[in-house]
């Protein structure tokens, strides 16, 4: 197993310099297969070695928000904005949680709230790549914000789409920027659709999205990649080194009373928003009888970037199901050391290499495919989030926003 920490642009030191608050190191457990590498040396050891030799970099990290507000995308957005160790290119909204007739403003209003106009703010896409849109209203209420509501933002989206606003941000900055997408991932494929070098310049790109241990818009799929999961499936096979934060950690992020009361009590315009937009889905939520959340799935993928030792990753294969009639959308990761073939430790590496095929269905009668096998060995093109520091995510989530880290 490889490290979380060679994938994240932000060393911990860059963190720990950049942030007022003090991080103690993190106690927590990581499990059997826990590398939690000690601070320093991985992550910075991957900063030096940016993948299109572009060299080490310095200040602030450049990224690209792509997002569908979305109650735990507001607070995503606002928490991002309040960090120091991100330099945010372009937020591009895409259709999602609700259509982009929605998602567009609601991120302009996240904008304004933060003081952050200065961001490029470019539409993305009306509808999935090849499906109709369906939309998470039962989960964000019908504008999206829980039904919190803001005036209308002033400021305007700028020309540019949001897909060609991605292609040109990262060739400008070649090896250098991170895609951080908690939305369904129709802008990032038309980026990519778009340029076929493209995916050879990006840093990496960390989605919240998927899930290895059940969906949460049907039994099989997380909603981010139900809404498109052809989108998905592209960004997955592009050779973009991904990290996942799905629902195997994103659903142990549930906002609560008391997260909101902090909140409330500090008394500025980003914290009362973003309480605003709390209590709404938490009130939302209790209206309609969930037994969990809001969880901040969003927020939870932006602070994984910030602070890596906020989430154990573990390397997996992922593909995404797109033909299912129940299943579109789910996302499968194969690995030599998790399931029901869990090599022995110390034999992970051969099984990888020797006897871990990559297997689909088995092929039909009519089909011309003869075996069921999509690749004949082991190769990891994700790192999966498969543990979570939920206390020390809701410390930096409520500082950041508070305004008191
Ligand atoms: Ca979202």
Redesign the pocket.
């Known amino acids: 197993m490889k490290t979380k920490q060679e994938i994240f642009p932000i060393t911990r030191r860059q963190f720990v310099t950049s942030s007022a608050a003090v991080l103690a190191t993190s106690g927590f457990a990581r499990g059997a297969n826990g590398a939690n590498t000690v601070a320093g040396s991985p992550s910075e050891q991957g900063q030096s070695e940016g993948k299109t030799g572009a060299g080490t970099v310095r200040g602030p990290a450049r990224v690209i928000i792509d ?4 109650v ?2 507001a607070l995503a957005l606002l928490l991002a904005m309040r960090s120091p160790e991100l330099k945010i290119e372009a937020i591009t909204p895409v259709a ?2 609700v259509p982009l007739d929605l998602t567009l403003p609601n991120a302009l209003r996240m904008v304004e709230i933060a003081g952050r106009t200065d961001i490029p703010v470019a539409a993305g896409a009306r509808a999935p790549l090849l499906r109709r849109l369906v939309t998470a209203t039962y989960a964000h209420g019908e504008n999206g914000l829980g039904g919190a509501v803001f005036p209308e933002p002033t400021t305007k989206p700028v020309a540019t789409p949001a897909a060609e606003m991605i292609r040109q941000i990262v060739r400008r900055y070649p090896g250098e920027v991170t895609l951080l997408t ?2 369904p991932l129709t802008n990032i494929a038309a980026a990519l659709n778009s340029d076929p070098e493209l995916a050879g310049m990006v840093r990496g790109l960390v989605m ?1 999205g998927g899930s290895l241990s059940g969906g949460n818009i049907t039994p099989a799929a997380e909603f ?1 990649v139900y809404v498109d999961p052809e989108a998905a499936r592209i960004v997955f096979q592009s050779g973009i080194p991904v990290t996942m934060v799905g629902l195997d950690v994103t659903r142990r992020t549930s906002l609560t009373d008391e997260h909101v009361r902090r909140l409330e009590a500090a008394q500025n315009a980003v914290s009362q928003a973003a309480a605003k937009i709390g209590r709404n889905a938490i009130n939302h939520n209790r209206e309609r009888g969930y037994l969990v959340g809001p969880n901040m ?2 927020s939870l993928a932006v602070a994984g970037f910030l602070d890596p030792a906020i989430l154990g990753l573990q390397d997996y294969y992922v593909d995404v199901e797109t033909t299912g009639e129940l299943t579109a959308g789910e996302t499968l990761g194969y690995s030599p050391v998790a399931g029901d073939l869990k090599r022995r430790p110390g034999t992970e590496k051969e099984a990888a290499a020797a006897n871990m095929p990559i297997r689909g269905s088995a092929p039909t009668l009519a089909s011309t495919k003869s075996s069921p096998v999509l690749r004949d060995k082991f190769v990891p093109n994700t790192k999966v989030a498969v543990e979570v520091d939920s206390a020390r995510f809701f410390d930096l989530l409520i500082g950041r926003l508070s305004g008191s880290k």
């Open positions: 997002t569908d507000p979305g735990d995308d999602g949680n908690i939305g919240m981010n799935h969003d």
